[in-house]
């Protein structure tokens, strides 16, 4: 085979077989298909798209070219939650003990952010001492001791998608459903959990723009679940606007620790008892999103992320400290109104501006800055 003559086909609009997708990929890997092509591949996809069958297929040649985690040791029902990305989004540092306080173990590998989305590694490493890299034995006993933990991805993990990510970013081949679906699932399905939550983000500040987008690419990564055993639901979220009232890594914290409180302002709180109810349901465990909501009420929840904070080397003194951000700038009204909109795009690069996030993977983040909203 040859990679010219792929990539012409994908040009032209033919479906490639699995050999195919295959001699691309595994030779993307071991360097003998040099970025130029894979870049051209890439473009082809986003003008030509794949079919369902295609996309499948290339999930599963990614997940071949690393390691795979295996969770069996865990007992119980093992569940896992992945976002499309978004500004703002500290989801994750909440739902995640929320979980783990009804027994439901959870075994998460999270991300880093880039451009105007914010991950949520960035975020637990503003916690002084707080360690992203563990072994996988650290990684499964820590669930096994106390329910949960939250790592950065193995670089040993889908090695492709880490090196197809990193082009896609910088060639404009982001945005595209097969590449989006086939990252995402070759990560989730490597990563071993029986059952996955997928929150894709729509809107402004989204990598999906409409809702009919949005909605194919929840049907293809649910489909690509499923065919792999994996119990998969999707939810769609609004990301038109930041979510909650806070974007920027210490900050993120700090508003995180409020909600884990039963302190945090009522549209994000319920939202995510609500994400709870179905990470929980598809873990066979039945709860009314009341019944959650008192896991943030009676402290539950909070003591499995102080717990987390602990476990993974954070110092639980220093998770309660406020920012230490130099300058405070308050921007105020001169005259009564209403918030129209608070477009997340915008502000997730003014903020990313600011310190909070990174253009290029290289940048150093400065975890105090951000951006807190009094108005939504």
Known sequence: MRAVDIIQKK????????????WLIDGYVAGSVPDYQMSAFAMAVYFKGMTTREISDLTMTMVGTGQQID?????????????TGGVGDKVTLILVPLVASFGVPVAKMSGRGLGHTGGTIDKLESVKGFQVERSQEEFIKQVQDIGLSVIGQSDQL?????LLYALRDVTATVDTIPLIASSVMSKKI??????????VTVGEGAFMKNIED????????????????????AVITDMSQPVGTSIGNRLEILEALE???GKGREDVTHFICELAQIMLSLANVEKTVEEVRE?????????????????QGGNKEDLYRPSSAQYIVEVSVDESGYISELPAMEFGLFAMRLGAGRAVKSDDLDFETGIVFEKK
């Open 158 to 162: 889908v090695k492709a998608d880490k």
């Open 295 to 311: 896991h943030l009420m009676n402290g539950s929840a909070l003591h499995k992320f102080e717990a987390m904070i602990e476990a």
């Open 190 to 199: 490597a990563a071993g959990a029986d059952s996955i939550l997928l929150d």
């Open 259 to 261: 909600i884990l409180q």
């Open 11 to 22: 040009r032209d609009g033919f479906e490639l077989s699995k050999e195919e997708i295959q």
């Open 214 to 233: 949005a909605r194919q690419l929840a049907k293809t990564m649910v489909e690509l679940g499923k065919a792999v055993g994996r119990r998969t639901v």
């Open 71 to 83: 969770l069996s040791e865990i007992s119980g029902i093992k569940v896992d939650k992945h976002s």
